[in-house]
């Protein structure tokens, strides 16, 4: 239907934009050359919001643009899987979401942030002999993980009005069918 349509174009939108920030604005205004995981933020929110069949189709769509753009040498998938199975992971509490309620959004985008930065580190630091853990750790996930959740204020507010938008459209247009 015409609806369905639209809420994809958007979603991609949302993505596109997302990704173009983050691989553009975001580094020209990092801090200590951290900068935030919006990604990650999209594909919780997704996930949450919408379910685990959204989660996984936003967070393949995500990681596969990762893995063309930045992703390792010579793999392409890496980055789609983990963003596929934190879309997945988020999809899980769906019947605990409640738009009004911002504290288990941020929990779950930290938690996912925080699993995120644990699997890239033993993927590709722990898998080339570095072992500093506590250096990788304090330096890089930490930090991502504070500026994605201070950017989160922001975006997850915008995603959810886009979504509560669409929503109250879809609805709308499915009660003209009643």
Do not use: W
């Not at 899987?81 to 288990?104: A, H, M, P, Q, S």
């Amino acid at each position: 239907s015409l609806m369905k349509i639209k809420r994809k174009m958007i979603t991609l939108l949302i993505i596109l934009v997302c990704f173009l920030l983050e691989t553009t604005v975001f580094p020209s205004i990092s801090l200590a050359g951290i900068t935030p995981n919006l990604l990650v933020v999209v594909v919780s929110s997704f996930g949450f919001m919408r379910g685990k069949n959204s989660g996984m189709v936003v967070g393949f769509i995500c990681g596969l643009m990762t893995d063309i753009f930045f992703g390792l040498q010579g793999v392409i998938g890496f980055y789609a899987l983990i963003y596929t199975l934190i879309g997945y992971g988020n999809g899980f509490f769906k019947r605990l979401f409640y738009d009004e309620d911002i504290k288990l959004p941020l929990a779950l985008i930290a938690g996912s942030e925080f699993l995120y930065g644990i699997v890239i580190y033993i993927c590709v630091y722990l898998m080339r002999s570095k072992f500093d853990f506590i250096y990788y750790l304090s330096h890089i996930i930490m930090p991502e993980l504070m500026y994605t959740i201070l950017v989160t204020l922001v975006l997850y507010q915008i995603i959810l009005h886009i979504n509560r938008k669409l929503e109250t459209e879809e609805k709308r247009s499915a009660s003209k069918f009643v």
